[in-house]
């Protein structure tokens, strides 16, 4: 690519009391709401100048605008995407462009994500100048009174959708109901049922406990989104290994006993054969 003044525009949104409203309070440019109204993007009159685009809202696409100008334009940022020229650019959330443009009157030109974002911060300024004699060293982080950081809102809202759960694993039993074989079902199917993952569920092998005959096969089916055992627990006698999601496995039990099993990726996970 041709030697250009190049500048980074991370298009993001948030707000500080609900970071997951549907139209959030602020749509910044590079994490600061307006601030390049108040310290205008500057660049040299008929110098090429190229933008990195990226969009990193959550629900409103950014149609990227440049007031008075014809741009140019490679999608997602892949320099074997053939470019092509517009007046807005819409970057989807998650993408990016890469943006290049001269201009030749000096002046100053709007540029924002186009719509109600402008309004919510968006809004910025390109100075274009007649030279380089006035071109303002860069200022960073914006000075812009009032500007706020959002380290601690980017931290608090991680944990808030991490929402980590504590597993002890030296009490898994306390994760489930107690396997009895007393209320044990004649069946030879078991669902790994869905979420099954989650220590929450209490039955996650689905009947948690069944009785067969000897000889009898029986069929585990991963009901779940993701991967179980059907590991037996006293001493390994039978082990599934990975079974994926929406897949079988078989056992055929020909001794009769009491058999617990548990998955070995979610040890909470427990169920019993009763051969009789
Ligand atoms: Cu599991």
């Known amino acids: 690519m041709d030697p250009a003044r190049e500048f980074?525009?991370?298009?993001?949104?948030?707000?500080?009391?609900?970071?997951?409203?549907?139209?959030?309070?602020?749509?910044?440019?590079?994490?600061?709401?307006?601030?390049?109204?108040?310290?205008?993007?500057?660049?040299?009159?008929?110098?090429?100048v190229r933008f990195y685009v990226i969009g990193i809202g959550g629900v409103v696409q950014s149609p990227f605008h440049v007031h008075s100008t014809i741009f140019k334009v490679w999608p997602s940022g892949i320099l074997w995407n053939e470019p092509y020229w517009a007046q807005t650019h819409l970057v989807?959330?998650?993408?990016?462009?890469?943006?290049?443009?001269?201009?030749?009157?000096?002046?100053?030109?709007?540029?924002?994500?186009?719509?109600i974002q402008e309004e919510k911060g968006s809004m910025a300024i390109l100075e274009v100048l007649e030279d380089d004699s006035e071109l303002k060293s860069l200022e960073q982080p914006s000075n812009m009174p009032g500007s706020k950081s959002m380290i601690e809102w980017q931290e608090d809202l991680?944990?808030?959708l991490e929402?980590?759960?504590?597993?002890?694993?030296?009490?898994?039993?306390?994760?489930?109901?107690p396997i009895s074989t007393h209320g044990a079902v004649s069946?030879?199917?078991?669902?790994?049922?869905?979420?099954s993952w989650n220590p929450k569920i209490t039955e996650s092998y689905a009947?948690?406990?069944?009785?067969?005959?000897?000889?009898?096969?029986?069929?585990?089916?991963?009901?779940?989104?993701?991967?179980?055992?059907?590991?037996?627990?006293?001493?390994?006698?039978?082990?599934?290994?990975f079974i994926q999601a929406g897949a079988d496995w078989q056992?055929?039990?020909?001794?009769?006993?009491?058999?617990?099993?548990?998955?070995?990726?979610?040890?909470?996970?427990?169920?019993?054969v009763l051969v009789i």
């Open 8 to 48: 980074f525009f991370v298009l993001s949104e948030f707000d500080p009391e609900d970071p997951l409203t549907l139209f959030p309070k602020f749509y910044p440019i590079n994490g600061y709401a307006n601030q390049y109204m108040d310290n205008p993007i500057q660049v040299v009159k008929d110098e090429l």
């Open 92 to 115: 989807a959330n998650g993408d990016t462009a890469i943006i290049e443009a001269k201009w030749s009157e000096p002046g100053k030109y709007l540029f924002h994500v186009h719509g």
């Open 158 to 160: 991680l944990y808030k």
């Open 163 to 177: 929402d980590p759960q504590i597993i002890t694993y030296d009490d898994l039993g306390s994760a489930g109901v």
């Open 187 to 195: 069946a030879d199917k078991v669902s790994i049922v869905k979420d």
């Open 207 to 241: 009947p948690i406990a069944v009785k067969v005959k000897p000889g009898t096969t029986i069929t585990w089916t991963n009901d779940d989104i993701v991967v179980h055992t059907v590991t037996e627990s006293e001493s390994t006698s039978f082990d599934s290994g």
């Open 251 to 272: 056992q055929t039990f020909d001794a009769s006993g009491e058999f617990n099993y548990y998955c070995t990726l979610h040890p909470w996970m427990k169920g019993v």
